[in-house]
């Protein structure tokens, strides 16, 4: 059903979400679209400014919308924990844990714990969010983990020798590196969670070619987004199919139909071949759990 738009999505009233990079782009539209659907959306932001003018933009046109905004920096494992930690506190269940927020192609940066930025942010800061609430998620029926990749997996490869390019920085192979394991990440937990015969889905999307502020260091992308680029509440789409389609299957992963998957409403499509490298997925986890010091409480 390659058709499928924001009308398609189920009633989501009482449903829990959480969307990580949720006051900008792919992330906004996608909290603003199930909080019409009426789930309760927190906004997981690094920068509470821009947060607080989310949710006051998303109160503007849904009145009636549940949403909060959380401060998460997934750069720093310091917060990952905080908010994790304060996120179970007051709440009971997790429905939808939305991996969107990223960072792609900057200067050469550290985390707070020293890993390369992409690489960090994009995988280890997940990592370790998912784990921290992933005891929550299991406790709630129907729930999902989604995780948004990017066509740029194609390119990536995981040099396990290097993850953190030491010995040289390459912007454009350390962001193919961090959406493979991405892709990787959903083929391990996914695997992981139904060996224990746990409900639990695990799910993937990517956005095709969007216009968003993720682009705003990518050159020759963001000059060419007004022409070619789909807008924020199209690029959603296969997020919020990923999180809300009843057909969805755990490792399902969702793009835009159209050509090379830049554009178009989404349909289910192949994960990138070296994404169902089995020995990867689980040498990546394995060095995951070691570098941010989160270990997975599974259970079914």
Not at 65 to 94: I, M, N, P, T, Y
Not at 197 to 221: E, I
Request: charged fraction near 20%; charge should be negative.
């Amino acid at each position: 059903m390659s058709s499928w738009t924001d009308a398609d999505i189920p009633n989501q009233t009482g449903r829990v979400a959480i969307v990580t990079g949720a006051n900008t782009g792919i992330g906004f539209e996608t909290a603003k679209a199930l909080a019409a659907k009426g789930a309760k959306v927190t906004l997981a932001c690094r920068n509470l400014d821009k947060g607080r003018a989310a949710v006051e933009r998303i109160q503007a046109e849904l009145p009636d919308a549940v949403v909060a905004l959380e401060q998460l920096d997934l750069s720093d494992l310091g917060s990952v924990q905080s908010f994790a930690e304060a996120f179970r506190a007051s709440h009971d269940a997790l429905d939808l844990l939305i991996l969107n927020a990223g960072v792609m192609v900057p200067p050469e940066s550290k985390t707070a714990q020293g890993f390369e930025l992409q690489f960090g942010v994009n995988h280890l800061g997940h990592f370790a969010l998912t784990g921290a609430l992933l005891p929550l998620v299991q406790n709630t029926q129907d729930a999902r983990v989604v995780v948004v990749s990017s066509t740029a997996a194609s390119m990536g490869s995981m040099n396990f020798d290097d993850l953190q390019f030491e010995r040289g920085y390459k912007p454009w192979p350390a962001y193919g590196q961090s959406k493979l394991a991405n892709q990787l990440f959903v083929v391990e937990l996914q695997k992981r969670l139904a060996a224990i015969g746990s409900a639990v889905k695990v799910t993937a999307a990517h956005p095709g070619w969007t216009a968003t502020d993720l682009q705003r260091t990518s050159g020759v992308f963001g000059f060419l987004n007004p022409f070619f680029a789909m807008k924020p509440p199209q690029g959603a789409l296969p997020t919020l199919r990923a999180a809300t389609d009843p057909q969805a299957a755990g490792g399902d992963y969702f793009g835009p139909s159209g050509f090379m998957q830049m554009r178009g409403n989404p349909k289910r499509v192949e994960l990138v071949d070296a994404a169902k490298n089995e020995g990867h997925a689980s040498q990546l986890w394995q060095i995951s759990e070691e570098l941010t010091g989160v270990r997975f409480e599974l259970s079914a």
